[in-house]
């Protein structure tokens, strides 16, 4: 049974830092492009970041670019989201995703998700 488990959410005040995982299990991921989405109340799902497994090649959406940097540990098949400098609207829960390339991706053709973790960053 492929897995993709999120952990790290919680509760922070503005400025300071977060560091979502994303443990994978029942497959191998090599081939595939990870990312990580979120969803704010009211608001439509959105891409965060997203780096191929194996080479790198990471993309950000504009507004986290120099806070957020994305990474992945192949050994482990953990992938991790590192959050610094978090704003109030980076308020959302966090999904974790997988596709076969990052262009879908960045597009939600996602193959899987994993069940969210929540991040909530006050003022």
């Known amino acids: 049974q492929v897995q993709l488990v999120e952990s790290g959410g919680g509760l922070v005040q503005a400025g300071n830092s977060l560091r979502l995982s994303c443990a994978t299990s029942?497959?191998?991921?090599?081939?595939?492009?990870m990312g990580w989405f979120r969803q704010a109340p009211g608001k439509e799902r959105e891409f965060v970041a997203g780096?191929?497994?194996?080479?790198?090649?990471?993309d950000y959406l504009d507004s986290v670019k120099g806070r957020f940097a994305i990474s992945r540990d192949n050994a482990k098949n953990i992938m991790t989201l590192q959050m610094n400098s978090l704003k109030p609207e980076d308020t959302a829960v966090y999904y974790c995703?997988?596709?076969?390339?990052?262009?879908?991706?960045?597009?939600?053709?996602?193959?899987?998700w994993g069940q969210g973790t929540q991040v909530t960053v006050f003022s």
């Open positions: 995703a997988a596709s076969m390339a990052v262009a879908r991706l960045k597009t939600q053709r996602v193959d899987y």
């Open positions: 029942g497959r191998t991921f090599s081939g595939y492009a």
């Open positions: 780096m191929r497994w194996i080479g790198g090649g990471q």
